[in-house]
């Protein structure tokens, strides 16, 4: 079992800055299996969607609504992922969920976060 806790979410007005953090809290055995993770958002009447994603190794990619915006990084020896938003737009309002894909054996099993919201005012 892992567990996603996030933090940093909150009102900032247009232009400004957040940054999110995801800290996996669990069994050795399972963090140690934490392959991918990600932040996903959901804006109000939208579908969840895909805003950046990070290997463990340090690979990135980004959706295109926040390239050169949006940093997404991760600390392997703490267990916890980030995503620096700047230059923030009141589309970027939403609730921001940490995700983590984790492989046991043959088996990827995929965790989530309760979600913080970014509410960015213009």
């Known amino acids: 079992q892992v567990q996603l806790v996030e933090f940093g979410g909150g009102l900032v007005q247009a232009g400004g800055s957040l940054r999110l953090s995801c800290a996996a809290n669990g069994s050795s055995f399972s963090i140690n299996r934490i392959n991918d993770m990600a932040w996903y958002r959901r804006a109000p009447g939208k579908e969840r969607e895909l805003v950046a994603c990070?290997?463990?190794?340090?690979?990135?990619n980004y959706a295109d609504a926040v390239k050169g915006r949006f940093t997404i990084s991760r600390d392997n020896a703490k267990n916890t992922v980030y995503l620096q938003m700047n230059k923030l737009k009141s589309e970027d309002t939403a609730v921001y969920y940490c995700n983590a894909i984790v492989t046991i054996f043959t088996a990827t099993l995929n965790y989530w976060g309760q979600g913080t919201q970014v509410t960015v005012s213009s």
């Open positions: 990070i290997t463990k190794g340090g690979s990135t």
